[in-house]
């Protein structure tokens, strides 16, 4: 039998593991005319090969019809965003009518924020991770001042214990417990940018309603790594980009979830007394949209929280990687990312030692969190220099993620051997 701490193992398995041929459909870099070993999806996902057919496509129509091209292109471009509306429900575990595309991350984050965080008298605190990602954090602090409030006495920050890198979830749980009638909203990034962590959302949803509040996630480096429910979870809503896992390109669309159960309380804009909310007239019923009349008809479901038409080559972007998740299965692509997380952490453990130590804790997506211990920017260099992609974070911190979709067990193994290369002075 094969050691699995050996090249050959590495290669035996992606020959007999089904879901390798999907690396075929992605274009690498290359350096030195060889493929990189690619190890940033977390940061920004390889384009597919089909990528550029689609977009082509959507130019060609626009070369082709002009302004017409919203009415007689092969995907008609006034609605093309919902061609990609049940691959987002089937990502994120929603119906339909809970997921839309549009926007980027942050904007949805603060359209949600209007809706959601709505304090008044002693309920105004924001709960969230200390280590969120810094646009939450700017995010968050600027609604607080936006109420009148200030981020240091509203904004509550879940702090580590003394020398961890994890947050318990039951932690979080007694925070919110904690803070109880103050709590306005809980917003935490469910897959951690920074460590990786995992964190559940079924358990944090329940607990925030307990005590009155609304609970938001953050899926930035969830939507696409991890399979989620959503819907069942009773998650009232969430934001995530697609540039990541969902391999949508730089500064590609992004999407949006609202629990069916607030789709009504914002029905009616003359009602004062309902759920507010920024509006645009992409968010009116499209029967009536080009009638261009002045008063707001909201769609009955998550798209009334659109703004304006949506960029039509992002879309065809993002439609182009949709259907390879499709065709894999979120399910599938979980299962694949976690054999390989886990081999990735083997490989570290048995040949770094203590040169270098993970992070990440057991409940997870594929993103490792590496600790240099010594030679940080020579480390890095090293790693530059063999071609190998990751993605470094001041002073000693590494993330590498073998994407599910498109690295293999060979890659893992020869980063590995890259790494201890280095501490072995080669």
């Known amino acids: 039998m094969l050691n699995s701490n050996s090249l ?8 007999s593991d089904p879901l390798s ?17 690619y190890f940033a999806g977390h940061s920004l996902g390889l384009m597919p090969k089909r990528t550029k057919a689609a977009i082509q496509s959507e130019l060609d129509a626009w070369g082709e019809y002009g302004v017409e091209a919203h009415f007689k292109s092969k995907i008609p471009w006034v609605n093309y965003h919902e061609v990609v509306t049940a691959s987002f429900a089937r990502l994120v575990g929603a119906k339909e009518s809970e997921v839309v595309a549009m926007n980027s991350l942050t904007v949805n984050l603060h359209l949600m924020m209007t809706s959601f965080y709505t304090p008044k008298e002693k309920r105004t605190k924001i ?15 600027s609604q607080a001042r936006f109420h009148g409030l200030n981020p240091q006495d509203t904004v509550v920050e879940l702090k580590h214990a003394p020398g961890a890198d994890s947050i318990n979830d039951d932690f979080i749980i007694s925070e919110i ?9 809980v917003l935490i990034g ?24 609304k609970v938001g996630f953050n899926l930035a480096h969830g939507a696409g790594n991890l399979a989620m429910n959503l819907h069942d979870d009773d998650v009232d809503f969430a934001v995530w980009c697609s540039y990541k896992y969902l391999n949508s390109g730089a500064g590609g669309i992004a999407g949006c979830f609202v629990h069916e159960k607030h789709h009504a309380a914002a029905k009616n804009p003359k009602d004062f007394t309902s759920m507010k909310r920024f ?3 992409w968010g009116h019923n499209k029967t009536e949209r080009f009638k ?47 054999e390989l997380t886990s081999y990735f952490e083997m490989m570290i453990k048995e040949n770094l030692g203590t040169h270098v130590t993970v992070v990440t804790p057991a409940s997870r997506g594929s993103m490792l969190c590496l600790k240099v211990t010594s030679r940080h920017q020579e480390f890095k260099n090293h790693l530059m220099n063999n071609h190998a992609i990751v993605d470094f974070r001041e002073p ?24 201890k290369s280095f501490f072995n002075g080669k």
């Not at 992605?26 to 990189?36: A, C, L, M, S």
């Open 8 to 15: 050959e193992w590495a290669k035996n398995k992606d020959i």
């Open 292 to 338: 261009m009349g002045p008063n707001f008809n909201p769609i009955s479901s998550v798209e009334a929280w659109q703004l304006s038409n949506p960029p039509i080559f992002q879309l065809a972007a993002l439609k182009a990687s949709l259907e390879l998740f499709d065709e894999m299965g979120i399910k599938n692509a979980r299962k694949r990312g976690d």
């Open 190 to 213: 469910q897959c951690n940018y920074l460590s990786g962590q995992k964190f559940n959302m079924a358990k944090i949803a329940e607990a925030a309603h307990s005590v009155g509040a």
């Open 177 to 185: 417990k904690r803070l109880g009638d103050s709590l306005e909203l």
């Open 396 to 419: 000693n911190i590494i993330r590498a993620t073998p994407t599910a979709m498109y690295n293999s067990f060979t890659d893992v193994y020869q980063l590995v051997q890259i790494m």
């Open 21 to 37: 041929k999907f690396r075929q459909e992605f274009v690498f870099p290359k350096e030195d005319g060889q493929d990189v070993l």
């Open 279 to 281: 509006e645009g007239w």
């Open 127 to 141: 709960l969230i991770e200390s280590n969120t990602f810094p646009s939450d954090k700017y995010a968050v602090d």
